[in-house]
């Protein structure tokens, strides 16, 4: 969608809220208009103008909270607004209307914190705002704006001067020392219950984001597990990655289930569910390691994928909200998956470490691994069951959902992009857990299961530093020319791999066990084919958010259904390696990556030709 076609979705909420006949028609209304230009915002925050209409929708939604008597929740969207006003007027201090905005933002915090009678508050914000318009009276000392906001700053500047002399009044004769007293208590209450919120906010945060890491850790488990089924239970390739498979065959099952449940359940009970779901999941494959059961396994990957799906659909959001929305709750959402990126590095290692010898893996060996989650998974249980946690906004369609798939699948570039987010996760977890298992092959690869699991975790850890480099770049490349861009260098990197001889031997540097027991980057002798793949990695690493800008374009109201597709279809994680081990067996390893070269070939053609919006004549308002 472009961006002005945004821009006018969102005018056209701030028009339902003003004619909404109650305050929660407005309210909705209201937050869907400052959520469309927050999109809008965050997809391109080098246009200014963007940023000065994604302030000023803020400010109104401050002003409609605080005309409701909710202070509280005035403030919050005030702070984002100061939050945006800075960042304009310190990228140019000498712009007038950045000047202006700032000066205006800081007036409008200052007059809430008036309210809440917090003189500290007030004199941080009414200072920068004094300080702001006396410069732009020495600038333009006959501009009538500049003239109007001097004369608001002034009466402001005057409730503020009775405040002061007020509470130093209060201060100095109140009452009888027993009222003091009581006064001392309700204001000690009063810190104490901000400060115990304050501290229940960051615990809240910090196990999202360990949830957050969770998702990787549980599903990259499945892979290097393979060498493990292939040595307890002589499976095949195809059959070791059939815990894979199970795990993310769960999305396909419960992506739709998983979307209503939010909507019934809300946020929490939601992230409830999903990490008991998870608790199980890994305790069924750890009971597995005690029957020696290549079944009960494959049911422990089956239930953990359940919560992994579920967990994809909360951690975002709720973080964005414990981040108060805006540029900090980005900042933790970004915190968040670089930790998901660390954990989905370190488990083929820790993995890897712990089986040391491919030919005495046993699923037993793996049980620390199991430990850890488990561990983490109840804690974060137990602590989400304590904690207060704010709930994010749901925007909740009259439609049934039904008629919005129906709806969303009229759009030819949302279903390739659907097509291409199936292959995608595929190639992902394809080009890894099968290089893992060639690598751990003695008559392939060479290596033991240890220095396997550690150059799979290089390929993820390139993952994590593509997704950096990603981030940086993603104002400045459009989602269409970074998608093209890295399935053309993921394919002739796999091309490389297929027809180069595995019997040439390369050094590159991948983590390595120190007699000190640290993970030192060290060089190590691999197949040159390993070499190409790892850097598949860097390739993989951008993919699914360019698919996604490419595929909800000009969806509007069926973004929802839109994303409850996708995630059935991260299925494709399961289905594309199971597919790629078969063709191992049959085949080859590296003969079996020619499944992965369909793959990206695909991607590429959905970059430059599938993910253009053909349908614009499809209503979406």
């Given at each position: ?355 040391g010898e491919v030919t005495k893996a046993n699923i037993t060996d793996v049980y620390p691994v199991m430990y850890i989650a488990m561990t983490i998974f ?244």
């Amino acid at each position: 969608m472009d961006k002005e076609m945004q821009i006018r979705i969102a005018l056209s909420y701030m028009g339902k809220a003003k004619a909404a006949s109650t305050f929660e028609e407005a309210e909705e209304n209201m937050k869907k208009h400052v959520e469309t230009m927050a999109s809008i915002y965050h997809q391109d925050k080098t246009d200014d103008r963007i940023a000065k209409g994604y302030m000023s929708s803020l400010g109104q939604i401050s002003l409609f909270y605080e005309q409701a008597g909710r202070i509280e929740n005035g403030l919050e969207y005030s702070l984002q607004a100061f939050e945006i006003g800075k960042y304009l007027y310190e990228k140019n201090p000498q712009q007038f209307d950045y000047a202006i905005g700032y000066s205006v933002s800081c007036i409008s915090v200052s007059k809430i914190y008036l309210k809440l009678r917090d003189a500290e508050k007030i004199k941080k914000y009414f200072d920068v705002a004094k300080q702001l318009l006396q410069q732009l009276q020495v600038k333009h000392p006959e501009d009538d704006m500049v003239g109007s906001y001097v004369a608001i700053k002034n009466d402001l500047d005057k409730e503020i001067d009775a405040l002061l002399a007020s509470k130093q009044k209060s201060e100095s004769s109140y009452g009888t020392s027993s009222n003091k007293d009581t006064r001392n208590v309700k204001s000690k209450k009063r810190e104490d219950n901000s400060q115990q919120n304050q501290r229940g906010k960051i615990v809240a945060i910090v196990m999202m984001v360990f949830l957050f890491g969770m998702i990787s850790f549980v599903t990259n488990l499945a892979a290097p597990m393979g060498v493990v089924l292939k040595n307890q239970f002589g499976a095949t390739n195809a059959m070791g990655m059939m815990g894979n498979m199970a795990n993310f065959i769960a999305y396909a099952v419960m992506g739709i289930p998983g979307g209503l449940l939010l909507q019934k359940r809300g946020y929490k009970k939601t992230a409830l569910i999903a990490v008991a779901i998870g608790f199980i999941g890994v305790l069924i494959q750890y009971l597995s390691g005690h029957a020696a059961s290549f079944g009960v396994y494959l049911l422990g990957a089956f239930v953990a994928g359940f919560s992994m799906c579920l967990l994809n659909m909360v951690v975002n959001p709720m973080l964005n909200t414990l981040g108060g929305g805006g540029n900090k709750g980005n900042q933790l959402i970004q915190m968040g998956g670089s930790f998901n990126s660390l954990c989905g590095t370190m488990v083929p290692i820790l993995v890897g470490a712990l089986v040391g010898e491919v030919t005495k893996a046993n699923i037993t060996d793996v049980y620390p691994v199991m430990y850890i989650a488990m561990t983490i998974f109840g804690l974060v249980f137990i602590v989400l069951n304590i904690v207060a946690i704010p709930e994010p906004h749901l925007v909740k369609s009259d439609e049934p959902i039904g008629a919005l798939i129906n709806g969303v699948l009229r759009f030819r570039h949302f279903v390739l992009g659907a097509i291409a987010i199936f292959v995608y996760v595929g190639v992902e977890i394809g080009t890894a857990g099968t290089m893992n298992l060639f690598l751990a092959d003695p008559a392939a690869g060479g290596l033991d299961a240890t220095t396997a699991g550690f150059v799979a975790g290089t390929y993820w850890f390139l993952m994590l530093c593509g997704r950096l480099l990603g981030a940086s770049l993603g104002g400045k490349v459009s989602s269409r020319a970074m998608l093209a861009t890295v399935s053309t260098v993921g394919l002739l990197l796999v091309l490389c791999a297929i027809f180069t001889s595995t019997a040439i031997r390369v050094s590159i540097p991948v983590f390595q066990t120190s007699a000190a027991g640290n993970l030192p980057f060290e060089m190590e002798q691999v197949p040159i084919n390993a070499m190409f793949l790892v850097l598949v990695g860097l390739c993989t690493s951008i993919m699914w958010g360019s698919i996604f800008n490419l595929a909800v374009e000009g969806l509007g109201k069926y973004i929802a259904a839109a994303s409850g597709i996708f995630m059935v279809l991260v299925c494709g994680g399961g289905i594309v390696p199971a597919i790629q081990g078969y063709v191992a067996d049959v085949a080859g390893y590296m003969p079996s990556y020619w499944v992965i070269v369909v793959c990206l070939t695909f991607l590429l053609y959905y970059a430059l030709i599938g993910s253009k919006n053909v349908n614009r004549d499809i209503p979406v308002d």
